[in-house]
């Protein structure tokens, strides 16, 4: 196609069609890159003449012109660059201008694109019509008019570039709707994270909180109600506070609500609440109102542990405080029982000493008489011997035989007496001289039995009293000579043994034993197995051991049976 450029009516050139150049020149094209304010306009034809004509009447605009001399070139191009319009030639050779239209139709980013067919004059109706179907948004004919071809590709310049405005517009528009969409997110992030680090705070609590509201029913609570309560989460939302209270404490606790609420400022007090298991924990209660939400805000901490210890304590108290009364009446009776025992103790005191005085008066006064007797009797036997029949001197006999049994009987009882009440003073004796001493005192006894005394010597020292031992070793010793059968001669040994700080001294005999059923009983006064001529006695020298080693702190006991000798042992502590 060729274009002349004919003078316009204002005096511009024309743009004629003139024949096709056998040699195109170059196209020249600016990049769209290279001017950012600027639009590309695509310039469309086989001749180069039309397209430097063209050119010459669009520069004016100050648009990147790019030029294409054929319709491939242009799809090229469009591949590369969006463009505000497209100056495209009708007939061209290969691929016109409506093929090259209708493939820049087919393509996304091209569809809207407007394009402006350049064609003669002549181009008939249908030519047009088909032009339009295309998507062509105008036609220009040749000649071209300058002013009508600027007007018309200034058009679209000005629309892609108000487009473009408006596309950077929104563009910072949604810029900033999204900055502010991602600042607000981040907020509401970030709140909600706050949330869910306070809510941590509410789930893990050991404390039992909870919000509910001023209708008594709870609108939120943490797991700790379930773990001290018992009851499930839905058994507590359906559960009316005051239920929850244990019946005895309800009414004071409603009192106490209905006091935070009139206060409208926190309360803090006790209750106890009811498990699930039928039995109740100790609360301890924080409750915050706040009116405008009509909301109670609830912190209960179970202090069971610590009010059951207060009652253990409470409990404990009241029982020491019994005992000390029960003590106290104890101490009283025992005060009375030591005065009512020190009253004896004093009466006590005066009857022994009564009984010394009488004791003093039996030895004296008693045993006169009986002495008296004893030596008439003698005098009767030996000086009246040849006066006196046989039953005379049988009688005289046992006038004195009776009256020395009478004054040894007098002798061993007030013997007997006084350990009742004398107290033993104690101290480290020698038992091998004691012994002699027993020995020498019972010689004439001894003689006459014929008995042998054996003592193992050396024999410790032990702490007693020297007379009162005396009188026990002279009793055993006198026993185990006198209660043996008719022609044995009586052996006696006494030997000891150590037994921790004690020392056990052995009397023993070769006598007619005596059976165990009465080992206990001859300790007693007056009790006697053996009597009568054979074994002459009171019955009173075990008593009289028994006692007095029992006062000196001492132990007693025999070893016996009928025909095999008896062991008497005494315990006594050592001196050494
Ligand atoms: P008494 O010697 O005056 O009879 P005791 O009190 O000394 O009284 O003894 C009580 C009784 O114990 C004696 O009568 C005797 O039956 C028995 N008895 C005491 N010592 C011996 C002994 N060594 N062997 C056998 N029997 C004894």
């Given at each position: 196609m060729k274009v002349n450029l004919e003078p316009t009516m204002n005096g511009k050139p024309r743009l004629r069609k003139a024949p096709a150049s056998p040699v195109a020149p170059p196209v020249t094209q600016t990049p769209?890159?290279?001017?950012?304010h600027r639009v590309n306009i695509l310039m469309v034809d086989d001749t180069p003449e039309n397209l430097i004509a063209l050119e010459a009447v669009i520069a004016v605009l100050e648009q990147n012109i790019i030029q294409a001399r054929s319709g491939e070139e242009a799809l090229r191009l469009l591949l590369k660059h969006d463009f505000a319009v497209i100056l495209l030639?009708?007939?061209?050779?290969?691929?016109?201008g409506f093929e090259t239209a209708s493939l820049i139709r087919q393509r996304k980013n091209s569809e809207h694109t407007p394009i402006i067919f350049v064609t003669?004059?002549?181009?008939t109706e249908t030519h047009m019509y088909k032009g339009y179907s295309l998507g062509a948004v105008d036609y220009i004919f040749t000649p071209v008019m300058p002013d009508v071809l600027r007007t018309k590709v200034g058009v679209f310049v000005e629309l892609l570039k108000k487009t473009e405005e408006m596309k950077q517009q929104s563009e910072q528009l949604r810029l900033i709707e999204e900055k502010e969409h991602r600042r607000m997110l981040g907020e509401a992030t970030e709140r909600l994270e706050l949330q869910t680090k306070r809510n941590r705070f509410f789930t893990l609590s050991i404390d039992m909180l909870a919000i509910a509201g001023f209708g008594g029913f709870f609108k939120q609570l943490n797991p700790t109600w379930q773990k001290v309560l018992g009851f499930s989460e839905e058994e507590l939302y359906r559960t009316h506070l005051l239920d929850l209270v244990h019946t005895d404490d309800r009414e004071s606790f409603q009192k106490q609500l209905l006091g935070v609420r009139a206060a409208n400022a926190p309360g803090y007090f006790e209750s106890r609440c009811n498990c699930r298991d039928g039995g109740y924990r100790w609360l301890d209660w924080t409750v915050a109102p706040f009116q405008e939400e009509e909301l109670l805000y609830l912190f209960a901490r179970d202090v069971t542990g610590r009010k059951r210890a207060e009652q253990e304590i409470k409990q404990l108290n009241e029982d020491l405080h019994q005992r000390a009364l029960l003590l106290q009446t104890a101490n009283s009776e025992l005060q009375a029982e030591i005065q009512t025992r020190q009253r004896a103790e004093e009466a006590l005191q005066e009857s022994n000493a009564a009984l010394e005085a009488f004791s003093y008066s039996v030895s004296h006064d008693l045993r006169a008489p009986l002495r008296a007797m004893q030596g008439f009797g003698k005098v009767l036997l030996e000086d009246y011997q040849t006066v006196l029949d046989e039953p005379g001197r049988e009688y005289a006999m046992r006038i004195v035989s009776a009256s020395t049994r009478m004054d040894q009987l007098i002798q061993d009882l007030l013997i007997f007496g006084r350990l009742g009440h004398t107290k033993l003073e104690t101290k480290p004796i020698e038992l091998d001289d004691l012994l002699r001493e027993v020995l020498d005192s019972i010689a004439e006894e001894l003689h006459e039995r014929n008995a042998k005394v054996t003592v193992n010597t050396p024999l410790p020292m032990v702490m007693a009293n020297k007379v009162t031992l005396g009188q026990v070793l002279m009793n055993l010793i006198s026993n185990g000579c006198k209660f043996?059968?008719?022609?044995v001669i009586p052996k006696v040994l006494v030997r000891h043994e150590l037994i921790g700080d004690r020392v056990k001294l052995w009397i023993e005999d070769n006598g007619i034993g005596i059976p165990a059923e009465h080992h206990a009983r001859i300790?007693?006064?007056?009790?006697?197995l053996h009597g009568g001529d054979d074994y002459p006695g009171t019955g009173i020298g075990l008593a009289i051991v028994k006692k007095g080693i029992e006062r000196m702190g001492g132990e007693v006991g025999v070893q016996s049976e009928p025909g095999n000798g008896s062991r008497f042992w005494i315990l006594l502590p050592n001196a050494a």
């Amino acid at each position: 196609m060729k274009v002349n450029l004919e003078p316009t009516m204002n005096g511009k050139p024309r743009l004629r069609k003139a024949p096709a150049s056998p040699v195109a020149p170059p196209v020249t094209q600016t990049p769209a890159a290279a001017s950012p304010h600027r639009v590309n306009i695509l310039m469309v034809d086989d001749t180069p003449e039309n397209l430097i004509a063209l050119e010459a009447v669009i520069a004016v605009l100050e648009q990147n012109i790019i030029q294409a001399r054929s319709g491939e070139e242009a799809l090229r191009l469009l591949l590369k660059h969006d463009f505000a319009v497209i100056l495209l030639d009708v007939n061209m050779p290969g691929m016109n201008g409506f093929e090259t239209a209708s493939l820049i139709r087919q393509r996304k980013n091209s569809e809207h694109t407007p394009i402006i067919f350049v064609t003669a004059i002549s181009t008939t109706e249908t030519h047009m019509y088909k032009g339009y179907s295309l998507g062509a948004v105008d036609y220009i004919f040749t000649p071209v008019m300058p002013d009508v071809l600027r007007t018309k590709v200034g058009v679209f310049v000005e629309l892609l570039k108000k487009t473009e405005e408006m596309k950077q517009q929104s563009e910072q528009l949604r810029l900033i709707e999204e900055k502010e969409h991602r600042r607000m997110l981040g907020e509401a992030t970030e709140r909600l994270e706050l949330q869910t680090k306070r809510n941590r705070f509410f789930t893990l609590s050991i404390d039992m909180l909870a919000i509910a509201g001023f209708g008594g029913f709870f609108k939120q609570l943490n797991p700790t109600w379930q773990k001290v309560l018992g009851f499930s989460e839905e058994e507590l939302y359906r559960t009316h506070l005051l239920d929850l209270v244990h019946t005895d404490d309800r009414e004071s606790f409603q009192k106490q609500l209905l006091g935070v609420r009139a206060a409208n400022a926190p309360g803090y007090f006790e209750s106890r609440c009811n498990c699930r298991d039928g039995g109740y924990r100790w609360l301890d209660w924080t409750v915050a109102p706040f009116q405008e939400e009509e909301l109670l805000y609830l912190f209960a901490r179970d202090v069971t542990g610590r009010k059951r210890a207060e009652q253990e304590i409470k409990q404990l108290n009241e029982d020491l405080h019994q005992r000390a009364l029960l003590l106290q009446t104890a101490n009283s009776e025992l005060q009375a029982e030591i005065q009512t025992r020190q009253r004896a103790e004093e009466a006590l005191q005066e009857s022994n000493a009564a009984l010394e005085a009488f004791s003093y008066s039996v030895s004296h006064d008693l045993r006169a008489p009986l002495r008296a007797m004893q030596g008439f009797g003698k005098v009767l036997l030996e000086d009246y011997q040849t006066v006196l029949d046989e039953p005379g001197r049988e009688y005289a006999m046992r006038i004195v035989s009776a009256s020395t049994r009478m004054d040894q009987l007098i002798q061993d009882l007030l013997i007997f007496g006084r350990l009742g009440h004398t107290k033993l003073e104690t101290k480290p004796i020698e038992l091998d001289d004691l012994l002699r001493e027993v020995l020498d005192s019972i010689a004439e006894e001894l003689h006459e039995r014929n008995a042998k005394v054996t003592v193992n010597t050396p024999l410790p020292m032990v702490m007693a009293n020297k007379v009162t031992l005396g009188q026990v070793l002279m009793n055993l010793i006198s026993n185990g000579c006198k209660f043996v059968a008719s022609g044995v001669i009586p052996k006696v040994l006494v030997r000891h043994e150590l037994i921790g700080d004690r020392v056990k001294l052995w009397i023993e005999d070769n006598g007619i034993g005596i059976p165990a059923e009465h080992h206990a009983r001859i300790f007693g006064v007056f009790e006697r197995l053996h009597g009568g001529d054979d074994y002459p006695g009171t019955g009173i020298g075990l008593a009289i051991v028994k006692k007095g080693i029992e006062r000196m702190g001492g132990e007693v006991g025999v070893q016996s049976e009928p025909g095999n000798g008896s062991r008497f042992w005494i315990l006594l502590p050592n001196a050494a």
